[in-house]
């Protein structure tokens, strides 16, 4: 049971990891297929929709992340003790995490910031693939 629960929130960390990076994709997808997609105004209104919602909450779920991630770590260390890609995954989530509060707040952040905010992103899915492996 315990084994099962640990996965569950293993699982809930990739599941907002996927929807932190929509924030990406939906607007890659707009700016690409947008003028096709407008051809459908009411698949459109719905497609605007879901990448407003994607959008406004991505620091939301960036945010939540941490719950998730400190549930998974809490009960895989009691179940299995300590796990080095977990931990660099952990790492790496933390720090990107950091970056998106910086980000967040500053005036001025620039293009590095976001290339950077970006980089890790691909960063992170790596590492999560090497844990999950
Ligand atoms: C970004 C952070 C992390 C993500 C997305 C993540 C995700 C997952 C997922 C989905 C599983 C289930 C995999 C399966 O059953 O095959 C898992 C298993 C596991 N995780 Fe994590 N995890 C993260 C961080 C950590 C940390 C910090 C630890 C440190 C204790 C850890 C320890 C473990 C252990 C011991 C297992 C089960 C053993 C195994 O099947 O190899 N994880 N993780
Ligand atoms: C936890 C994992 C996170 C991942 C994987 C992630 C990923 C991304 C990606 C891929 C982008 C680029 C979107 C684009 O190209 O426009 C982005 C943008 C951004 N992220 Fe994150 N992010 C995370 C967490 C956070 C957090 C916690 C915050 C702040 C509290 C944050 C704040 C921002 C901001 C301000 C932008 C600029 C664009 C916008 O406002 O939508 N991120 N993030």
Known sequence: MQQEI???????????????????????INKKYGPSMKTNEKGYALYKGFMRFIIKNHKLFGLLTIIFLLTHFFIQFNTYGISITGLVAAGILILQ??????????????KTWLIIHRSIAVILFITILIHLI
């Not at 990739?14 to 994709?25: A, E, G, Q, R, S």
């Not at 998106?100 to 005036?107: D, E, V």
């Open 97 to 110: 995490i950091l970056l998106g509060i910086y980000g967040a707040k500053a005036k001025k952040k620039g």
């Open 6 to 28: 640990g996965e569950f929130f293993g699982v809930l960390i990739i599941v907002l990891y996927v929807l932190t990076v929509l924030n990406f994709l939906v607007k890659w």
